[in-house]
């Protein structure tokens, strides 16, 4: 059975929540000076939840899939980004790990689907 919308999606609301979870901890003061990385890291993970969306919107499974291995390639640079600010000292590990777990979880979510999208 197709799901009638992106929304319908559990991956889509999984990467909504690490949006939020990355653009909160990027409002404190520990980013404050590092704009770039702030900004790189925020449009890393808005990426996961867009291509998610806009992959979906396409109508077919080819390019669903495509846009979800988008999604997965920056749900990976979310986690590079994180390991970025916990070394300049922006995160606490203990953050840090929860955060890449968050991803990591988002990304394997979306393998799956991948998957289940490429199959005939």
Do not use: C
Not at 12 to 23: E, F, I, K, P, Q
Not at 67 to 87: M, N, T
């Amino acid at each position: 059975m197709k799901l009638p919308t992106f929304e319908s999606l559990r991956v889509w609301h999984d990467a909504r929540r690490l949006t939020r979870s990355v653009y909160l901890v990027t409002k404190t003061t520990a980013f404050a000076g590092d704009r770039a990385l702030r900004t790189q890291i925020r449009r890393s993970a808005i990426s996961v939840m867009s291509n998610i969306a806009e992959g979906f919107e396409r109508g077919g499974p080819k390019e669903f899939s495509r846009f979800l291995r988008i999604a997965k390639g920056s749900a990976g640079e979310v986690r590079a980004q994180l390991y970025a600010a916990e070394d300049l000292g922006y995160l606490t590990p203990a953050d840090a790990n929860e955060l890449r777990q968050q991803a990591a979880i988002v990304s394997r979510q979306i393998s799956a689907l991948a998957r289940r999208q490429e199959k005939p």
